[in-house]
């Protein structure tokens, strides 16, 4: 981990984040509070990578710092897994977590299926006036919240700067400019100019932003990803691969993607604020400064990255619910989320937290912040998570040339009309 205050000293500081949900009586989760004290057991499922898990561990047991009478039971969940686990855990009600760390397209799904607890009212105001306002409407399901945001994040196009400067390019800021800018650092190393991964469809979204498409619109109920602009963002993916701009990999894109940036295999890659701490980790960032971070570049429309992030969440049928919501609270003040971005450059989701002087001084969460406030908010429907299963199919045939991208696209079109049953 980078610098960062101690997680007890930090829980010394905070005089109203975690003192919620008092009064000495015993309230529908089932725990009993003498004279407003929280006790009991809150088990907290995080999704956190391996580069900020152990952070977030730490910040989490130190919830008991501010209240000695509850335990914390921190439990790592990796994100690919989660999803799925989670739900089950919720459906069958065994072993449940009481809180969760969801991603923002999960919290619709949720709440939908009723296994979400909604946010405390006073909470409720509290997000709606001091949040980022894109980052609190994916905690949001039919008027009500479900979730408070603990991080914002979008993607953007990091580069090896000496890499870049040896081959004499600069960032390219168009996809057409990334083709131009690999050939010249192919010549000069031999090296990769770009990885793009192939296994995720997530890694779509820029695509067919750039486009000037999305995967869906909501508002209509009308499927997009089947429309000449996504048509074209299949093509666009293909073209990068076959012209030898990217490089890609059908099975575990990530780490291959993250291990040839960090080691000089490839010379940039499309990643967001989470990777940060671990590219610093890589031979190629020993010094730190030889890291630059750009706008992803734009397609033949504009250049367009999907708003991401995590939000916080207490079970609906947690026994313990006073105490969890006084948790997420915690998770969510200013101060740890300060605490997270001078440790991890994870971006706040607290207006406030951008002008104190350890988010300030961040440069990874300076460049962030801009293009988040730019980002595409996704549809925040239930079926949002369930889309990008059917659409990775398709998107890894249509990158790797296993399918035509017209294919694709059509292909993906079917399984999302499946899936949002009566759209167009």
């Not at 009586?25 to 499922?45: F, H, I, M, P, Q």
């Not at 977590?97 to 409720?124: K, M």
């Not at 940060?276 to 031979?283: I, N, P, R, S």
């Not at 997420?328 to 740890?336: A, G, N, R």
Request: charge should be neutral; proline fraction near 4%; aromatic fraction near 8%.
């Amino acid at each position: 981990m980078r610098r960062g205050i101690a997680a007890t000293a930090l829980v010394a500081t905070l005089a109203l984040a975690a003192t919620a949900c008092g009064g000495g009586t015993k309230d529908d989760g089932g725990e009993t509070k003498a004279g407003g004290e929280l006790s009991g057991t809150v088990t907290y499922w995080d999704t956190s990578n391996d580069a900020e898990k152990a952070s977030f561990q730490k910040i989490a047991e130190a919830f008991t710092a501010k209240h000695p009478k509850v335990t914390v039971k921190y439990v790592n969940v990796p994100y690919g897994d989660a999803q799925n686990k989670v739900k089950n855990a919720f459906s069958s009600g065994s072993e449940a977590p009481d809180v969760i760390r969801a991603d923002v397209g999960w919290v619709a799904d949720f709440a939908s299926l009723g296994y979400l607890d909604e946010v405390p009212a006073e909470t409720v105001k509290k997000v709606d006036a001091e949040f980022l306002p894109q980052a609190a409407a994916s905690g949001k399901f039919e008027g009500k919240t479900y979730a408070v945001p603990q991080v914002i994040d979008t993607l953007g196009l990091f580069y090896n700067k000496k890499m870049l400067a040896d081959a004499g390019v600069q960032p390219p800021k168009t996809l057409e400019e990334l083709k131009t800018a690999s050939a010249a650092i192919k010549a000069k190393s031999g090296k990769a100019g770009l990885y793009l991964r192939g296994d995720d469809s997530y890694w779509f979204l820029p695509l067919i932003y750039g486009e000037g498409g999305d995967l869906v619109d909501a508002k209509n109920k009308a499927v997009t990803v089947d429309s000449p602009a996504g048509v074209k963002a299949f093509k666009t993916a293909r073209d990068l691969v076959a012209s030898g701009a990217a490089i890609t990999n059908a099975t575990d894109g990530y780490v291959n993607m993250q291990t040839a940036f960090k080691t000089g295999e490839a010379a940039m890659m499309i990643n967001g604020p989470w990777a940060v701490a671990d590219t610093y980790a890589g031979e190629q960032f020993k010094d730190k400064a030889n890291l630059g971070i750009a706008a992803v570049p734009a397609g033949s429309v504009k250049a367009g990255s999907p708003q991401g992030g995590h939000d916080l969440a207490v079970f609906a049928g947690s026994k313990n619910r006073a105490a969890s919501h006084a948790f997420v609270e915690y998770m969510t003040s200013q101060e740890v989320q300060v605490q997270s971005a001078k440790e991890l450059s994870l971006l706040p989701t607290r207006t406030a937290a951008y002008e104190q002087p350890d988010v300030k001084s961040s440069e990874m969460v300076q460049f962030f912040k801009p293009a988040v406030d730019k980002a595409v908010e996704r549809a925040w429907i239930p079926e949002n998570g369930s889309l990008f299963e059917p659409l990775k199919v398709e998107y890894t045939k249509a990158i790797t040339g296993a399918s035509s991208p017209e294919d694709a696209a059509k292909a993906a079109g079917v399984e999302f009309r499946k899936i949002l049953k009566g759209w167009k």
